[in-house]
C-alpha cells in the first residue's frame, strides 16, 4: 500500500524541517514548497493526498492558492494561521480549505486533522451512519437510536451539510449560502438558532454537544462518531 | 509686603523680572520743581552781582540786559512757570537794586511798567518755545529709543526657540521702554510660574489685578495714584482662548509726553511675542506629528516583526519537542538529533531576537551608559568568537594591530560588532571570507568587517540603518542588527558607516568609528 503523500507548504525552512520527520514517521510521504506558485505546481506534478499550507507565503497569498486549486481540484486542505490572521483563516475556509491549526500547534492535534481530512475524501452518499444516528439522505428521514426524528426541511438540509463534511469545519457563511441562499450569508445569529434546535433533537445532551461542534467565530464542526 | 495669598506654591524665585529707570521728561508746562527754583535765583543772584559790579563803567541800560540774559537763560534751561517766576523777580530785583529811588520797589517812570511787560512777555515766550523745542527733541529722542527697542526685539524673537527664551526677551525689551519694574508671567495650574507671590516687587493688589487679566483677557491697569490697586499694568497674550503668558510692567506718569508712544511700542511687542509664541506651537506641533508618524511606523514595523519572528521559533520548538514526545519511539534517531538540533537553533535564535529587541528598546529609551576603559581588539576578538560559535561554518578572519583603549561599554560595543558580523554572515555565500581590520588615526580608531557578499546598492545605503529594514525579506532575520549597531555607536559618540560595492560589483564593508578619549587611562 502507497503512502498518503503529504505536500507542505510554508517558506520557513524550520517548519518544514520538523513537519518532514514528524509525518514521516507518522507513516506519510512529504513534499516541499516555499512559494504559492510552486505549490501549484507540485499539486498538478506529484498529486498529493493533503496539503498542509501556510498563509503568509512570501510570493501568493495563501488564499489565492485555495481560490485556484478549488477551481479544479477537491484535495484537503489544512490551513497554518497565526492567532492574528482570524480573517483570513476564516477566507480560507470560506474559499474551500478544510480545516485549519493555529501556530504553534502540537504535532499530534495536527495528524488528528490530517486523519481527519484524509478520511473525508469520499463523500458519503444513501445512507449515513453516524453512531446511534442514522440519515437516509433519499428518503429524507433520520432515526436516532432507532427513533424516528421528526426534522424541518432546513433543519434537514443543515443536518445533512454537517454530517457529509466530518470533522471538516464549515464556516458560517458556507453553511448560510448553502442551506439558506446566497441572500443569507451574513446571518449567522439565524444560524445559530438552527443549530440550537438540531442540538436539541439529536444530541443526547445538547449543553455538551457531541456531533455538532463549535468553533468560535468560524463556524462549525461534524464530529465523525467512531464506527 | 503682604503675605502671598493662598494657593500660590513656594520656592520659586522671579526670573523673568526686569527694572530700568528712564530718565524722566517733562513737558514744556511741567510743575517746577525746587532745584529748578534754585538755579534761577542764582542766575539773578549772579545778574545782580554782575549789575552792581559794571555800573560804575557801563551805561544804566546794560544791567537791564543783563537781568534779561539771566530770565532767557532760566526760561531756556527751567521752562515756563519759572521763566515767568523768573521774570517777575528779575524785574523786581532790578527795580529795588538799580533804579532811583534806590532800595523801594516804588515804579517812579511808567515806561518801567513796559519793561516789566516786556520780561515777562520774553521769558513767557521763551520758556514756552524752549520746552517745547525741547519735548519736540525728546519725542524723537524718544521715537529713536522706541524703534531701536522695536527692532532689538524683532530680531531677538526671530532666535528664540521656546517660551522661556520667548518671556527672557520680552521681558528684557519692556524693560527698556517703562521707567519701573517688569514682570513675565506664565499662568500654571494653580498660579504662575515663576511664582509671582514670591517677587518682593508685587504686592497682594497687583496679584489680583495679574489674576483679573488672566480672568478676564483684558489689559489690566494700575490703580490711579491716591487710590488702592496695583502699581503695574497687565497685559495677557492670548493664544486659542488662553492665556499664554502675562506681562506686567510699571506704567507712565499720566504726563508724559512719551506715554502715548512707549505704550503703542509695548503693544506691538506683545502682538509680536504672540506671533512667535504661535509660530512655535505650530512647529511644535508640526514636530510631534511627524515623531508621531515615526513612531506608529516603528510600532507597526515592530508588530509585525513580533509576530513573525517570535512566532515562526516557537512553533518550531513546540512542533519539534511534541514529535519527540509523541512520535518518539518511531523517529530514526537522525530525526531525532535533526529535531532537538532544530530546537536548539531556534532557541538560539529567539534569544538572539530577543536581545536585540532588549537593546532597542534600551536604544529608543536613551541608552544610560556606563563608560570604562576598553581595549577594542579584546571586543573585536569576543564579538569574533561568539559569531563562530553562533555560525559554525561562517570564515571569520582578523587582523588587528596594537590598538589604544577607549572609553565605551564593552557589552555594548561587542553586540554592535556582532551584529555587523551576523549580517556579514547573513549575506555571504558559505565559507566565504569576512575580514574584521582595526586602523587608528589622530583622534579615532576605526573597526571594520568586510565581506564578499552580493553588496549594497548605493540608493539603499541609507535605509539599512533603519530598524525593520530588510534587504530580502525571504532570508530569516529581523531587521533591527544594524539599526541597533548603528544606534549603539552613535550612543557611543561613533558614526557607522558603509561602503559598498568593494570590488567587482560585490562585497560590503561595514565601519565602526570611534573617537579616541582626550587623555589615556
Avoid at chain 1, 449567522?188 to 436539541?200: A, D, E, T
Wanted: glycine share 8%.
Amino acid at each position: 500500500m502507497t503512502k498518503p503523500l503529504i505536500l507542505i507548504v510554508d517558506d520557513e525552512a524550520q517548519i518544514q524541517r520538523f513537519l518532514g520527520h514528524a509525518l514521516a514517521a507518522s507513516g506519510y510521504d512529504t513534499a516541499f514548497a516555499a512559494t504559492g506558485q510552486a505549490a501549484l505546481a507540485m499539486v498538478a506534478s506529484a498529486k498529493p493526498d493533503a496539503m498542509i499550507l501556510d498563509l503568509g507565503l512570501p510570493d501568493l497569498n495563501g488564499k489565492a492558492v485555495i481560490e485556484n486549486l478549488r477551481a479544479r481540484s477537491g484535495l484537503p486542505i489544512i490551513v497554518l494561521s497565526a492567532h492574528d490572521q482570524e480573517m483570513e483563516k476564516i477566507m480560507a475556509l470560506d474559499l474551500g480549505a478544510n480545516d485549519f491549526i493555529t501556530k504553534p500547534f502540537g504535532i499530534g492535534e495536527l495528524l488528528a486533522r490530517l486523519r481527519a481530512v484524509l478520511r473525508q475524501r469520499a463523500q458519503p452518499t444513501g445512507i449515513l451512519r453516524q453512531g446511534g444516528l442514522v440519515i437516509d439522505l433519499p428518503g429524507h428521514t433520520v432515526h436516532l437510536n432507532g427513533q424516528s426524528i421528526h426534522l424541518t426541511p432546513t433543519e434537514f438540509d443543515l443536518l445533512v451539510m454537517l454530517a457529509q463534511n466530518p470533522g471538516r469545519v464549515l464556516t458560517h457563511r458556507q453553511i448560510l449560502m448553502q442551506v439558506w441562499g446566497p441572500a443569507h450569508g451574513q446571518d449567522v445569529p439565524y444560524l445559530r438558532v438552527f443549530i440550537g434546535q438540531l442540538r436539541q433533537k439529536i444530541e443526547t445532551d445538547p449543553a455538551a454537544p457531541a456531533y455538532i461542534q463549535t468553533e468560535p467565530g468560524v463556524g462549525y464542526r461534524w464530529i465523525a462518531a467512531e464506527a | 509686603m503682604m503675605d502671598s495669598p493662598a494657593g500660590w506654591p513656594q520656592g520659586c524665585r522671579m526670573a523673568d523680572r526686569n527694572a530700568s529707570l528712564l530718565p524722566d521728561t517733562h513737558g514744556w508746562a511741567a510743575a517746577p520743581t525746587l532745584p529748578s527754583a534754585l538755579g534761577a535765583v542764582l542766575f539773578l543772584a549772579l545778574a545782580a552781582l554782575t549789575t552792581y559790579l559794571t555800573q560804575d563803567s557801563l551805561p544804566e541800560p546794560s544791567g537791564l540786559f543783563v537781568f534779561f540774559v539771566a530770565v532767557l537763560l532760566a526760561s531756556v534751561r527751567f521752562g515756563f512757570w519759572i521763566g515767568v517766576a523768573s521774570a517777575l523777580a528779575a524785574f523786581a530785583t532790578f527795580n529795588f537794586l538799580f533804579v532811583r529811588p534806590l532800595y523801594t520797589f516804588a515804579i517812579a517812570k511808567p515806561g518801567d511798567l513796559l519793561v516789566l511787560a516786556e520780561f515777562l512777555g520774553v521769558a513767557g515766550l521763551t520758556g514756552f518755545l524752549a520746552g517745547r523745542l525741547r519735548e519736540e527733541a525728546n519725542a524723537a529722542t524718544t521715537r529713536a529709543e522706541v524703534l531701536e527697542v522695536l527692532s532689538a526685539f524683532a530680531a531677538d524673537l526671530a532666535k528664540v526657540d521656546g517660551l522661556p527664551a520667548i518671556r527672557a526677551t520680552l521681558s528684557r525689551h519692556v524693560a527698556a521702554l517703562v521707567p519701573g519694574p517688569v514682570v513675565v508671567l506664565q499662568p500654571v495650574a494653580d498660579g504662575f510660574s515663576p511664582d509671582a507671590g514670591l517677587d518682593p516687587g508685587l504686592d497682594a493688589a497687583d496679584l489680583q489685578a495679574a489674576e483679573r487679566a488672566l480672568r478676564r483677557h483684558s489689559r489690566e491697569d494700575p490703580a490711579q495714584p491716591g487710590q488702592q490697586g496695583g502699581s503695574l499694568a497687565f497685559l495677557p497674550l492670548v493664544q486659542a482662548g488662553e492665556v499664554v503668558l502675562i506681562l506686567g510692567h510699571a506704567v507712565l506718569g499720566p504726563n508724559r509726553a512719551d506715554r502715548a508712544v512707549r505704550e503703542q511700542a509695548i503693544e506691538v511687542i506683545c502682538q509680536q511675542a504672540n506671533l512667535a509664541i504661535a509660530r512655535l506651537t505650530l512647529a511644535t506641533t508640526a514636530e510631534e506629528a511627524r515623531t508621531s508618524a515615526t513612531r506608529d511606523a516603528l510600532r507597526a514595523a515592530l508588530l509585525t516583526s513580533l509576530s513573525h519572528d517570535l512566532r515562526t521559533p516557537l512553533a518550531t520548538i513546540l512542533g519539534a519537542i511534541t514529535s519527540l514526545r509523541e512520535l518518539g519511539n518511531t523517529l530514526p534517531p537522525a530525526a531525532r538529533d535533526d529535531l532537538a538540533l532544530a530546537i536548539e537553533e531556534e532557541a538560539r535564535r529567539l534569544s538572539h531576537y530577543v536581545e536585540n529587541l532588549l537593546y532597542m528598546t534600551r536604544l529608543q529609551a536613551g541608552l544610560d551608559l556606563h563608560l570604562s576603559w576598553v581595549d577594542p581588539a579584546d571586543v573585536v576578538r569576543a564579538a569574533i568568537a561568539r559569531a563562530s560559535t553562533a555560525f559554525p561554518t561562517a570564515r571569520i578572519s582578523a587582523d588587528l594591530p596594537e590598538l589604544p583603549m577607549l572609553q565605551a561599554e564593552a557589552a555594548l560595543l561587542e553586540q554592535s560588532l556582532f551584529n555587523l558580523l551576523d549580517n556579514a554572515v547573513k549575506f555571504s555565500a558559505p565559507a566565504a571570507p569576512i575580514h574584521v581590520t582595526a586602523t587608528v588615526g589622530q583622534d579615532q580608531i576605526a573597526v571594520c568587517v568586510a565581506d564578499q557578499g552580493p553588496g549594497i546598492a548605493p540608493r539603499v545605503q541609507a535605509e539599512v540603518f533603519k530598524p525593520f529594514y530588510r534587504a530580502d525579506p525571504g532570508r530569516p532575520g529581523t531587521g533591527l542588527g544594524l539599526s541597533i549597531s548603528n544606534g549603539i555607536v552613535q550612543a557611543l559618540g561613533g558614526t557607522l558607516t558603509v561602503t559598498s560595492p568593494l570590488r567587482d560589483g560585490k562585497g560590503t564593508r561595514m565601519c565602526i568609528t570611534l573617537p579616541l578619549p582626550k587623555a589615556s587611562p
